[in-house]
């Protein structure tokens, strides 16, 4: 089992509406849970990190942390073309100083 | 940005090659980390550094050596470039849990 799976996508949105990504995770140990997004050509960009069950909002991104079920998720409401992008999940487990990346959503915006 | 640059951004070498790729904060952060990006194989961390002199290997670090003689600069390089080492290469530091990416490197060897 893969430690951190992603559905590789591309996952097509309209724009306004709300994308929804999501990602699971192998080890029942993991605390800390971070969404990456990534243009073409460009370096990974931390968006949000999540280290409690729930919800934790950040402007128009809502990310879901539900650990019973390893499961995170990243919301995106008013989607605009600029959020086309690759959008990374990643797990700390902290066990050590490393974090596990899955492979990553491809997300595009339809105008 | 974290105040991280890597040099260079770009560098075409052949086979067999030694190669070095520097990786230069400017904020003082103890951990530090280099991860190689392919498509396919998402981010793969190489080796990771928790103090000057003090590093350790990822789960990719055959071909790879690093150092880490000042708390600014964290080098890795490719003993002997082969074609599999052709990659965007990104050094990363640590600020808590988050992890912070420099601009990347993009290596091609031919």
């Known amino acids: 089992q893969k430690e951190v799976e992603q559905n590789s996508g591309p996952l097509s949105v309209p724009e306004g509406a709300i994308a929804s990504l999501n990602c699971t995770y192998s080890?029942?140990?993991?605390?800390?849970f971070f969404w990456y997004r990534q243009y073409s050509g460009k370096s990974p960009e931390l968006i949000m990190s999540?280290?409690?069950?729930g919800d934790k909002e950040d402007g128009r991104f809502t990310a879901q942390l539900n650990k019973a079920s390893q499961y995170v998720s990243l919301l995106i409401r008013d989607s605009q073309p600029s959020d086309s992008a690759t959008y990374l999940c990643?797990?700390?487990?902290?066990?050590?100083?490393?974090?596990?990346f899955g492979k990553g959503t491809r997300l595009h915006i339809l105008p | 940005d974290a105040g991280i640059t890597q040099s260079p951004r770009h560098k075409v070498t052949e086979t067999g090659t030694p190669v070095t790729l520097r990786c230069h904060q400017t904020?003082?952060?103890?951990?530090m980390y280099w991860y190689r990006q392919d498509p396919g194989h998402g981010l793969r961390l190489i080796h990771y550094?928790?103090?000057?002199?003090?590093?350790d290997k990822g789960e990719v670090s055959d071909g790879y050596s690093v150092s880490r003689s000042k708390t600014e600069d964290f080098l890795l390089t490719l003993e002997s470039a082969t074609s599999s080492q052709t990659s965007v290469y990104f050094c990363?530091?640590?600020?808590?849990?988050?992890?912070?990416f420099g601009p990347g490197t993009r290596l091609t060897v031919t």
């Open positions: 999540i280290y409690s069950n």
């Open positions: 080890d029942r140990v993991s605390q800390s």
């Open positions: 550094s928790y103090g000057v002199k003090d590093t």
């Open positions: 990643a797990v700390n487990r902290n066990r050590d100083d490393k974090i596990i």
């Open positions: 904020e003082n952060h103890r951990y």
């Open positions: 990363a530091i640590s600020q808590g849990y988050e992890q912070y």
